[in-house]
Nanobody, 113 residues
Framework: QLQASGGGLVQAGGSLRLSCVAS????????MAWYRQAPGKQRELVAR???????NYGDSVKGRFTISRIGARNTASLEMNNLKPEDTAVYYC?????????WGQGTQVTVSS
């Protein structure tokens, strides 16, 4: 189970932090990620972090967003800075381990201009 939190409404240029806590059986080798889906668009990768803390980001968020692991291996945080209206979407947490992907319920991020 994945529990995401931290979404909300913010003005352009502002910041938000999303958190995702995974519960249940968490394997040592896993990847946690954030995806987002805006209305009428496909779900896209925002950021991903492996258990070795290797990261990669979607092109549109590079330099503005930072993904990190917090404490235990089952928690990931997404720090979002300099938010833009085009960042408005539902953000989904994802855990990938042993060839299976698990999804959280999504949290809404709305950036006003």
């Amino acid at each position: 189970q994945l529990q995401a939190s931290g979404g909300g409404l913010v003005q352009a240029g502002g910041s938000l932090r999303l958190s995702c806590v995974a519960s249940g059986t968490i394997r040592e080798l896993n990847t946690m990620a954030w995806y987002r889906q805006a209305p009428g668009k496909q779900r896209e990768l925002v950021a991903r972090i492996t258990n070795f803390s290797n990261t990669n980001y979607g092109d549109s968020v590079k330099g503005r967003f930072t993904i990190s692991r917090i404490g235990a291996r089952n928690t990931a945080s997404l720090e979002m800075n300099n938010l833009k209206p085009e960042d408005t979407a539902v953000y989904y947490c994802n855990l990938f381990q042993r060839g299976i992907g698990y999804w959280g319920q999504g949290t809404q991020v709305t950036v006003s201009s």
